[in-house]
């Protein structure tokens, strides 16, 4: 579950009961992860009791700052008979340069591959891609420098996630990030808004805004020629706006016309 940032986590809730639905809902264990977070402990805090106020029958935190505590067996304990795993915002390069390589990032895996609901917001969503936006700069135009990116925790292959996507205009960077990695598919998710990936690589999109889908793989560009922060020519990119009760298969990298039911959904759904 690849979050946006800012849901809603007062009154509908709809992103969050999903979560605790999906990790077993009144027999959901959970564990909540806050090493993006400069408020690591009152994130922590803040998690756990909306967890335990939708029914979760279990959750724990951790916190770890610096790769040791993060390499600890105990830390790896606390995932073991986890259903759900949650990684809060903040800054994704503290959290993957901590938790990265990590016993921690091994029980994370291990953990996702027995069918544990992974889910990750803002940062936490960015740092679960196989390639992460480290830095970037906001705007609508790619441009030559404007974007950095490194290697994410790689739960969601093939993939680069971006947050905040339509609040903060960074449809520009994400094309950059695409035109010099084009195999990758981009996935620029509103706040509010959850990209859902099952295990068949559908992406199921719930939530108040849309998932923006950057595919490169026709484009054109010159990225490998700039310099400076130049405008980047990108041409041939496919993009794809989906809104809550839709779904798009990354693998075909194709909306699926078989649900039948999207914008029913949606209607629904407000």
Request: one cysteine or more.
């Amino acid at each position: 579950m690849l979050i946006g940032g800012a849901e809603d986590k007062l009154r509908g809730r709809q992103i969050l009961k999903r979560f605790v639905k999906a990790a077993g809902g009144p027999e959901a264990r959970v564990t909540v992860i806050a090493t993006a977070s400069e408020i690591g402990e009152e994130a922590l805090r803040l998690y756990e009791g909306v967890f335990l106020e939708l029914g979760a029958a279990y959750v724990t935190g951790l916190h770890p700052t610096e790769r040791g505590q993060a390499d600890r067996p105990e830390s790896t304990a606390e995932l073991s008979d986890a259903t759900g795993v949650f990684l809060t915002g903040g800054n994704q390069l503290r959290l993957t340069s901590i938790v990265a390589g990590t016993r921690l990032h091994q029980a994370l895996h291990l953990a996702h591959d027995r069918g544990a609901v992974i889910a990750g917001t803002s940062a936490g969503a960015s740092a679960l891609a196989s390639h992460m936006m480290a830095f970037g700069q906001p705007g609508a135009t790619p441009r030559h420098g404007n974007v950095q990116t490194t290697a994410g925790l790689g739960l969601v292959d093939g993939t680069i996630v971006d947050q905040h996507f339509e609040q903060r205009t960074r449809l520009g960077r994400l094309l950059s990030a695409i035109a010099q990695s084009p195999s990758l598919i981009g996935l620029g998710l509103d706040e509010d808004t959850c990209a859902i990936v099952h295990s068949n690589h559908a992406m199921e999109v719930i939530g108040r805004g849309a998932v923006t889908i950057v595919d490169g793989s026709q484009m054109e560009t010159d990225a490998y020629r700039l310099r400076g922060r130049r405008p980047m020519m990108v041409s041939g990119a496919h993009l794809h706006s989906i809104p809550a009760g839709y779904w798009f298969d990354l693998r075909a990298r194709a909306l699926f016309h078989d649900e039948g039911s999207g914008a029913a959904e949606r209607e629904a759904s407000e």
